[in-house]
C-alpha cells in the first residue's frame, strides 16, 4: 500500500508531500491546476518513461519518492529478498530526473536498472487511464485483460516460451532441408576428412616426442665412434688419462722425504684415477650395449613425414592436427546423426510441439472458463452503468489451420451488441466514445476485483459519464478501496462524495512563477470542494445545500 510520496521540483510542483491510507482517495481541482501531477509522478516511480520538460523550469533535477508498506504484499518481500534490496516492513521507490532528460533510479537507497523499478512496480500499484479506452480497441489488450482476470498469465507465459522453442527449431529444421545440398557435401567431405585424421591417429605431443628419437637415431654413428674414442683416451693405451695420472702419483711417492704440503694433492691424483677408471668402464660398456636401428629410424621419418604431409594438407602446423581432429569430428557429429540431423530435429520438434500443446490446452481451458464468468461479471457492471440491453461477449476463436502462435491456440476479441437481437460485433464497431468509456470501467472494475495488486490507480476512467451513473461510479470505485487502496483523477462530484480521503490540487502564482499545492481536506473543505464541482464559479446556498446533502449520502451509503 502506498504511503507517502514526495515530489520535489516535478512540472509546476515545487514540493509536494502527501500521506496515503487504505481506502478511496479522490483527485480533484480546475482543469490544469496539476491533478495528473501525483499520477503522472507514480507513473515515473513505477518506471514509466522520463520526459527533460518534467523538470520545474529553473531547476536542475526532479526528485520523487514513493513509499510503501509491503507487510501484506509477499509477491513484492520475496522479489526484494531475491535481488538483495529488502529493508524490513518498507519499501521505498526513487526516481531523479536531470534537466538534460537523464534519469535514476533507486529502490531502498540502492541504484537499479529501470527494468527493476517497472518489474517492483507491478507489483505494488496497477495504473488505470483514460487512454486504456483506445487500448481496448486491440485485441491484445482483450487478451491480457482475460488472462490477468483468470489468473493465467504465467501459464501464457509458459505458453510463449514453449512456441519460441518450438519455432526456433521449425526454422532451423527449414534451414537445414532448405540446404540439404550444400549439407550433403559437407558431410561427404568431413567423413572423408575425419577419416584420415583417425587413420593418422596422432596424439598430443607425439610429434615432439619423434622429433627427438629422430635426432638421436640419425647420429648413431657419430655417438658410437665419440665415445669408443673417449674410452680409449680414459683407459686403453700409455698415454691414456689413467696413465699419465698414475704416473704423476709415482713421481710423487718417490719423493726422499715427505712433504705435508702435498697430502691433499696425492688423495686428488688418488680420486681422479679412480674416476677415471670408472668413467673408461662406463664408457667400454656402453660402447658394447649401444646398437644403431635404422630400421626404427626409417619408421620415424615415416611417421614424421605423413605428419607434416597432413598439416600442410590442412594449412596448419603439426601442432594444431589434434585440435583440428576434435573439431571435424564433433562437426560430423552434429551433421551425421547428431542434434542438427534432420531425424533428430524432426523428433526435436514433435516433441517441442506436444509441450506447446499441452500448454496451450491448458491454457484454452482456462480462458474458457474465466471468459463465461467475465461476461457475466461485466454485464452486471454495465447494468449497473445504466447499459443494461449492452451484451459482452469474449469471443475466442481457434487459430487459421489449427497453428501454434505465442499467444496460444486462440485468438480473443471483445464483442458487443448494442441492442437485443443484433450480433455482437467488436467494439470498434459498435460503441460511442461515451459507451466505450463505461464498457472500459466496467472490465477495469471486474479485472481490478480480482488483482492481487493492492493499489489500483484510475486516472479519469470515469470522463464522459454523468448522471447517476456517476453515483454508482463512486460506489464501484469506493468498494474496490474498501478492500484495498484506490486513486482516482475525477471531475464527477458524485465521485468525489464518496471517497474515503480528499486530495485538492490548485495552482497559484508568486512573483511571476506558477506552483501547485495538493491539500488533505477535511469534512468541511471537501463540501465545498464538491459544491464547486457541481456549481462552477457562482456556488449559491442551495449548491452548497446540494454539496452537503451529496457528502452525507455518499459518506452514509457504505457505513
Not at 491480457?144 to 510463449?160: P, S, V
Not at 537445414?176 to 577419416?195: C, G, K, S
Not at 466505450?436 to 480480482?450: F, P, Y
Request: include cysteine; charge should be negative.
Amino acid at each position: 500500500m502506498l504511503i507517502q510520496l514526495t515530489v520535489s521540483n516535478y512540472a509546476i510542483a515545487e514540493r509536494v508531500e502527501l500521506q496515503f491510507s487504505k481506502g478511496m482517495t479522490a483527485l480533484t481541482g480546475e482543469t490544469g491546476a496539476g491533478k495528473s501531477i501525483v499520477l503522472d509522478a507514480l507513473g515515473l516511480a513505477m518506471g514509466g518513461r522520463a520526459d527533460a520538460g518534467a523538470v520545474r523550469h529553473g531547476a536542475e533535477r526532479a526528485d520523487i519518492n514513493a513509499s510503501f508498506d509491503i507487510s501484506r504484499i509477499p509477491e513484492a518481500r520475496q522479489w526484494l529478498e531475491a535481488h538483495e534490496l529488502d529493508d524490513k516492513e518498507d519499501c521505498i521507490l526513487r526516481r531523479t530526473i536531470r534537466k538534460d532528460g537523464r534519469s535514476k533510479a533507486f529502490i531502498n537507497g540502492q541504484p537499479c536498472p529501470l527494468s527493476q523499478l517497472k518489474e517492483l512496480g507491478g507489483l505494488l500499484m496497477d495504473i488505470h487511464s483514460q487512454h486504456q479506452h483506445q487500448s481496448l480497441l486491440r485485441k491484445d489488450t482483450h487478451r491480457k485483460l482475460l488472462d490477468e482476470f483468470a489468473g493465467a498469465e504465467q501459464l501464457a507465459d509458459q505458453a510463449r516460451n514453449a512456441w519460441k522453442a518450438w519455432n526456433a527449431t521449425r526454422q532451423k529444421l527449414e534451414q537445414r532441408r532448405h540446404n540439404a545440398d550444400e549439407a550433403e557435401a559437407r558431410l561427404q567431405l568431413l567423413r572423408y576428412q575425419v577419416e584420415e585424421l583417425d587413420r593418422l591417429a596422432l596424439e598430443d605431443g607425439e610429434q615432439e616426442a619423434l622429433e627427438q628419437e629422430q635426432a638421436q637415431l640419425s647420429q648413431a654413428d657419430a655417438v658410437l665412434h665419440s665415445s669408443h674414442q673417449a674410452a680409449l683416451l680414459c683407459t686403453e693405451d700409455d698415454t691414456s688419462a689413467a696413465a699419465l695420472v698414475r704416473q704423476a702419483l709415482q713421481q710423487l711417492e718417490q719423493l726422499p722425504l715427505e712433504v705435508p704440503a702435498l697430502a691433499d694433492t696425492l688423495q686428488m691424483l688418488n680420486e681422479a684415477q679412480i674416476q677415471i677408471s670408472e668413467a673408461g668402464d662406463n664408457l667400454r660398456r656402453f660402447v658394447d650395449d649401444y646398437e644403431a636401428d635404422p630400421a626404427r629410424l626409417a619408421e620415424v621419418e615415416e611417421r614424421l613425414s605423413a605428419i607434416y604431409q597432413m598439416a600442410r594438407k590442412h594449412r596448419i602446423t603439426p601442432e594444431e592436427l589434434p585440435e583440428l581432429h576434435q573439431r571435424l569430428a564433433a562437426e560430423l557429429a552434429e551433421l551425421d546423426g547428431g542434434e542438427g540431423s534432420l531425424e533428430q530435429l524432426e523428433a526435436e520438434l514433435e516433441n517441442l510441439r506436444k509441450q506447446f500443446d499441452e500448454l496451450a490446452a491448458q491454457l484454452s481451458a482456462k480462458r474458457e472458463q474465466a471468459a463465461m464468468e467475465l461476461d457475466q461479471r461485466v454485464a452486471r457492471e454495465l447494468a449497473q452503468l445504466s447499459m443494461p440491453n449492452m451484451q459482452f461477449v469474449t469471443h475466442l476463436s481457434g487459430n487459421t489451420d489449427n497453428e501454434p502462435a505465442p499467444h496460444g491456440m486462440e485468438d480473443i476479441e471483445f464483442l458487443v451488441s448494442a441492442n437485443p437481437g443484433q450480433p455482437a460485433r467488436p467494439l470498434a464497431k459498435v460503441a460511442s466514445g461515451g459507451e466505450l468509456s463505461r464498457i472500459s470501467l466496467a472490465i477495469q472494475v471486474v479485472v481490478a476485483q480480482t488483482s492481487t495488486t493492492p493499489t489500483l490507480v484510475f486516472d479519469e476512467v470515469d470522463v464522459g459519464i454523468g448522471g447517476g451513473t456517476a453515483e454508482v461510479v463512486g460506489r464501484l470505485l469506493r468498494s474496490l478501496g474498501d478492500n484495498g487502496q484506490v486513486l482516482c483523477v475525477t471531475h464527477l462530484p458524485q465521485v468525489a462524495a464518496q471517497c474515503h480521503q480528499h486530495l485538492f490540487v490548485s495552482k497559484f502564482t508568486e512573483k511571476e512563477a506558477t506552483y501547485s499545492r495538493i491539500e488533505a481536506l477535511d469534512d468541511q473543505g471537501r463540501i465545498s470542494e464538491v459544491a464547486r464541482m457541481l456549481g462552477g464559479v457562482d456556488m449559491t446556498e442551495h449548491t452548497i445545500a446540494h454539496a452537503r446533502e451529496m457528502f452525507v449520502k455518499g459518506q452514509a451509503t457504505h457505513h
